[in-house]
């Protein structure tokens, strides 16, 4: 008998492909992952970011004891690690396994499966798991235990991931990820490498690099682009994709690893503010200048890459003029895409005390506008690449396309039946692409796979980050 699980994830790569991980272990348990209806038991990732992010978890959280009264709620993830006691107290079937404890749960979902084939309480199985796991680790998680999480097989995603860094080392004024997740560690480069090699052998046609501030990966005397170039010399065809980056570290030796042709021509910089007095204050470690310069030099490694930036809005003290600096700034840059959000006072850091503050409506149209910078950027980018080619992963069917509909004169029932569902790809250059759903032969290719296409036109409207394409495509091939 199969038993049911429904896993929640909020924020970062990282704790994507962590609950990927927590998800396969399940799988093995003999659970069958859910989508949407009552389980047997929920798993909840949580994000500490903002205070926006810990709202939906604790909302979440109450919606699924409502729903499954009998069940229970594993909470993890960077908030579970800084508020475990909060989140216990949103109901009598919580269980909190904080971040340092999340690895433990590959082995606890044995233990949850077991206890309902016997018909015991399974919220008894996750406390006695908890317990058993708080016993056997130290407070701060091992190394083994933040690379615990290595799926082969990924259930949310057609591209897989690689977590090869953990933590940060970095004290910025408004973050409290470094307090969730400790100190910078980072994956042997030998079983990074074995790692790599098993998710290229299993069909993986790219893998997203991932870790918290992956420019701190320091291992075996190997910095993260000595990682990169060990992982290109030692695979095939397999591609690779940086999650993220700190703009004062884009240098050379950076520079030469991103410029191998099987490293996605993306960037996305954490340049937080383009204001030199609001950088400094947020305790980061660069200016304007220097974000300036990493935009030229990766610009200047690949043919056009896709750039895109993290932007925080209304960080203390930030006046009218920093706040039209910063905007004037990211617009210079050409941005192919700002996440750009509001400041969230977090408990533990510097920024929490920090005075004057924006007022919430006034950041919020701070966000707004570095927001329409980016949608602007990225309508612009797309129209770039018209007419050129791309390799691109196709990910899950989408909605049928309007436009790629079969013509009304068919006869009924014929030309529906013949015609498959619209595609999205994601481009080597992050661009969103609507692909026919069947290559020109007539079959229907598997999700995860890599096609040359051609960009036909730019449609989007800017919001591609948030799942909309940003242009129509058609597949670089021949019927037959």
Same mark, same amino acid.
């Given at each position: 008998?199969?038993?049911?699980?429904?896993?929640?994830?909020?924020?970062?790569?990282?704790?994507?492909?962590?609950?990927?991980?927590?998800?396969?272990?399940?799988?093995?348990?003999?659970?069958?992952?859910?989508?949407?209806?009552?389980?047997?038991?929920?798993?909840?990732?949580?994000?500490?970011?903002?205070?926006?992010?810990?709202?939906?978890?604790?909302?979440?959280?109450?919606?699924?004891?409502?729903?499954?009264?009998?069940?229970?709620?594993?909470?993890?993830?960077?908030?579970?690690?800084?508020?475990?006691?909060?989140?216990?107290?949103?109901?009598?079937?919580?269980?909190?396994?904080?971040?340092?404890?999340?690895?433990?749960?590959?082995?606890?979902?044995?233990?949850?499966?077991?206890?309902?084939?016997?018909?015991?309480?399974?919220?008894?199985?996750?406390?006695?798991?908890?317990?058993?796991?708080?016993?056997?680790?130290?407070?701060?998680?091992?190394?083994?235990?933040?690379?615990?999480?290595?799926?082969?097989?990924?259930?949310?995603?057609?591209?897989?991931?690689?977590?090869?860094?953990?933590?940060?080392?970095?004290?910025? /004024?408004?973050? =409290? $990820? @470094?307090?969730?997740?400790?100190? &910078?560690?980072?994956?042997?480069?030998?079983?990074? +490498? !074995? #790692?790599?090699?098993?998710?290229?052998?299993?069909?993986?046609?790219?893998?997203?690099?991932?870790?918290?501030?992956?420019?701190?990966?320091?291992?075996?005397?190997?910095?993260?682009?000595?990682?990169?170039?060990?992982?290109?010399?030692?695979?095939?065809?397999?591609?690779?994709?940086?999650?993220?980056?700190?703009?004062?570290?884009?240098?050379?030796?950076?520079?030469?690893?991103? /410029?191998?042709? =099987? $490293? @996605?021509?993306?960037?996305?910089? &954490?340049?937080?503010?383009?204001?030199?007095?609001? +950088? !400094? #204050?947020?305790?980061?470690?660069?200016?304007?200048?220097?974000?300036?310069?990493?935009?030229?030099?990766?610009?200047?490694?690949?043919?056009?890459?896709?750039?895109?930036?993290?932007?925080?809005?209304?960080?203390?003290?930030?006046?009218?003029?920093?706040?039209?600096?910063?905007?004037?700034?990211?617009?210079?840059?050409?941005?192919?895409?700002?996440?750009?959000?509001?400041?969230?006072?977090?408990?533990?850091?510097?920024?929490?005390?920090?005075?004057?503050?924006?007022?919430?409506?006034?950041?919020?149209?701070?966000?707004?506008?570095?927001?329409?910078?980016?949608?602007?950027?990225?309508?612009?980018?797309?129209?770039?690449?018209?007419?050129?080619?791309?390799?691109?992963?196709?990910?899950?069917?989408?909605?049928?396309?309007?436009?790629?509909?079969?013509?009304?004169?068919?006869?009924?029932?014929?030309?529906?039946?013949?015609?498959?569902?619209?595609?999205?790809?994601?481009?080597?250059?992050?661009?969103?692409?609507?692909?026919?759903?069947?290559?020109?032969?007539?079959?229907?290719?598997?999700?995860?796979?890599?096609?040359?296409?051609?960009?036909?036109?730019?449609?989007?409207?800017?919001?591609?980050?948030?799942?909309?394409?940003?242009?129509?495509?058609?597949?670089?091939?021949?019927?037959?």
């Amino acid at each position: 008998m199969a038993f049911l699980a429904r896993f929640r994830t909020f924020g970062c790569k990282l704790n994507q492909i962590e609950t990927e991980s927590l998800a396969a272990a399940f799988a093995r348990a003999g659970f069958e992952t859910v989508a949407r209806g009552p389980a047997q038991v929920y798993v909840v990732n949580t994000c500490t970011v903002t205070s926006m992010a810990e709202q939906k978890a604790r909302r979440e959280i109450r919606g699924y004891l409502r729903e499954s009264p009998a069940g229970v709620v594993i909470v993890t993830g960077c908030y579970a690690s800084v508020s475990a006691a909060d989140i216990a107290a949103l109901g009598p079937r919580v269980a909190v396994f904080p971040g340092g404890l999340k690895s433990a749960l590959h082995a606890a979902a044995a233990d949850l499966a077991e206890a309902l084939r016997k018909g015991l309480d399974v919220y008894d199985a996750a406390i006695a798991a908890l317990e058993s796991a708080t016993r056997s680790s130290l407070d701060r998680p091992s190394q083994g235990g933040s690379f615990a999480f290595f799926p082969e097989r990924f259930a949310f995603h057609s591209r897989a991931s690689l977590k090869v860094e953990d933590g940060c080392d970095n004290r910025c /004024a408004y973050c =409290r $990820v @470094c307090i969730a997740r400790g100190r &910078a560690v980072s994956l042997d480069p030998e079983t990074a +490498l !074995a #790692r790599t090699r098993a998710l290229e052998a299993s069909g993986a046609r790219e893998i997203v690099l991932t870790g918290v501030n992956l420019s701190q990966y320091r291992r075996s005397g190997l910095s993260f682009a000595g990682l990169l170039s060990k992982l290109t010399d030692g695979t095939e065809s397999v591609r690779f994709r940086i999650s993220s980056w700190e703009p004062d570290r884009v240098d050379g030796e950076f520079l030469e690893a991103f /410029a191998h042709p =099987r $490293v @996605c021509a993306h960037a996305h910089l &954490a340049a937080q503010s383009g204001s030199d007095a609001v +950088l !400094a #204050r947020m305790g980061r470690r660069y200016d304007p200048v220097t974000v300036a310069r990493a935009v030229r030099d990766i610009r200047a490694a690949k043919d056009d890459p896709f750039i895109g930036f993290d932007a925080i809005s209304g960080f203390p003290g930030e006046t009218d003029a920093e706040a039209r600096e910063s905007a004037d700034f990211f617009a210079s840059v050409g941005p192919a895409w700002i996440h750009a959000f509001t400041f969230s006072p977090r408990p533990g850091t510097r920024a929490i005390s920090m005075r004057p503050l924006v007022p919430e409506r006034v950041a919020a149209e701070r966000s707004r506008e570095l927001a329409a910078i980016g949608r602007r950027g990225r309508i612009e980018y797309a129209a770039r690449w018209v007419g050129r080619d791309v390799m691109a992963v196709l990910e899950a069917t989408g909605e049928i396309d309007p436009d790629d509909a079969p013509p009304s004169g068919d006869e009924p029932g014929t030309a529906r039946a013949d015609f498959h569902a619209a595609r999205i790809a994601v481009a080597d250059n992050y661009l969103r692409l609507s692909v026919p759903g069947r290559l020109p032969d007539g079959s229907i290719p598997a999700a995860g796979v890599l096609e040359r296409l051609r960009i036909e036109s730019a449609t989007g409207d800017g919001s591609g980050g948030l799942g909309a394409p940003d242009a129509r495509a058609c597949f670089v091939r021949t019927a037959g």
